[in-house]
């Protein structure tokens, strides 16, 4: 019989959306206040999107910032800005939300699916055997607050001249090598999603450095935007075009500006957090921590263990369960996880918007990209082999010496 070993109370809780409090209320108030101002673009004052975005940009020590509907509009755009489109390969990871490969074939490419490592970001290995002469584009996804092997990709972009962009969806805040992500990369983007790190109930960031590539962001975000007399537009050469409809407003830019004051407070809390549980554990019998290339910039939101294999890893959830701490493998026979390509129907099965197969079929793709549930057998092993601790504001140091306690009490009776 397996001991109880969590014995205080676990509250359960979030990050960006457990920080909410008067403050958010009031900038949304205010807002509301003087409705004749609720749209993004003025030129005769700083609309809260404009401020949010020259914040987003002074955070980031990246040049550009646009304050848009979605993570997955933001994604859209980051291809669209570099002129990837139909006849295009971009490469992504087996685990990630589905919103990264339905970015891709928004903008008329078509999604390669590479294998994860161990640091349940992509491959690199995998990534370099997957570069075709179609590939024009690698999305690298920090999932779960963690920056994946990011000299390894920029490495490989460069060799292949190809565009790098970093979805840091689920770790906004993380930082690489001291800056943070996307700082080095062509771009980056941010979701703000309720679920998030910091949140305004839906809204995305699209930043880069590139000047041409922000412009056609631009374009892209809004049909209108030339029409615009906005600094976003105002003395560019590039040709305008029409593409989506996902501009931000004014009300979740006022939450979202409230909660970027918030963000380093957030992550101070939840990387102090994760550091305990880790100085907590006994060296690993049963385990491997998931590998993490750079722990200082770890958002610190979860922790992974990577059992050493599949009917362990059961065996450990369900001793863990007794023991009081709630956990289960990332991929197993429960709910169908959209974070994991074998459950991405619509993309398996290349279902596009109408009968006609759009991207896969369109005439400028020469390409032959297959797909199938078991095509990543390397992603579905790791996880249903990883057993992953989210960590949030309502969690105390308590509670992590005894998640640790616990996994140290299993692991030793395995």
């Known amino acids: 019989m397996t001991e109880k070993i969590i014995i205080s109370p676990v509250k359960d809780g979030g990050v960006g959306w457990n920080a909410i409090n008067d403050q958010e209320i009031e900038a949304v108030t205010k807002v509301l206040k003087m409705p004749d101002t609720l749209f993004r673009y003025s030129d005769d004052y700083q609309t809260q999107c404009m401020l949010l975005e020259k914040e987003l940009s002074q955070k980031t020590g990246i040049k550009h910032a646009l304050f848009v509907a979605s993570g997955t509009s933001a994604l859209t755009l980051s291809l669209s800005a570099y002129g990837i489109g139909p006849g295009d390969e971009v490469i992504i990871p087996g685990y990630t939300y589905i919103a990264t490969a339905s970015a891709v074939t928004n903008a008329g490419a078509v999604p390669v699916i590479a294998e994860i490592d161990n640091s349940l970001s992509l491959d690199p290995a995998d990534v370099e055997n997957k570069i ?21 990709m920029r490495n490989l972009a460069k060799k292949h001249n190809l565009v790098l962009i970093e979805d840091a969806c689920q770790a906004v805040g993380s930082e690489y090598q001291g800056v943070h992500s996307g700082v080095q990369s062509h771009a980056a983007v941010w979701s703000l999603n309720f679920y998030k790190i ?41 040709a305008p075009f029409t593409q989506l409809g996902v501009r931000g ?80 493998s990332a991929y197993n026979d429960g709910f169908p996880d959209r974070h994991i390509y074998a459950y991405w129907d619509s ?12 991207p896969w079929t369109d005439p400028n793709y020469k390409g032959n990209v297959k797909y199938s549930k078991d095509m990543c057998p390397k992603t579905l092993d790791l996880l249903s082999r990883s057993l992953r601790i989210p960590i949030h504001l309502n969690l105390t140091q308590q509670n992590m010496i005894e998640f640790a306690d616990a996994v140290n009490y299993v692991d030793e009776r395995l």
């Open 249 to 328: 407003n004014e009300v979740c830019a006022s939450i979202a500006r409230v909660q970027l004051t918030k963000l380093d407070d957030i992550l101070r809390k939840t990387r102090s957090l994760k550091k305990v549980f880790l100085s907590r554990l006994n060296k690993p019998i049963h385990y491997q921590l998931q590998y993490v290339d750079d722990p200082e910039g770890d958002c610190g939101i979860s922790a992974a263990l990577i059992v050493c294999d599949k009917e362990t890893a059961h065996r450990m959830s369900v001793m863990l369960n007794e023991a009081g701490l709630d956990i289960g």
């Open 198 to 238: 910091i949140t305004c109930g839906e809204g995305g960031v699209f930043f880069c450095n590139d000047d041409d590539a922000f412009i056609r962001g631009v374009n892209a975000h809004d049909p209108g935007s030339p029409m615009w007399k906005s600094g976003l537009t105002r003395g560019s050469l590039l």
């Open 132 to 152: 075709t002469v179609y590939t024009k584009a690698i999305i690298a996804v920090h999932m779960q607050g963690v920056p994946g092997r990011m000299t390894a």
């Open 347 to 358: 993309i398996l099965n290349k279902q596009g918007t109408t009968t006609l197969g759009y």
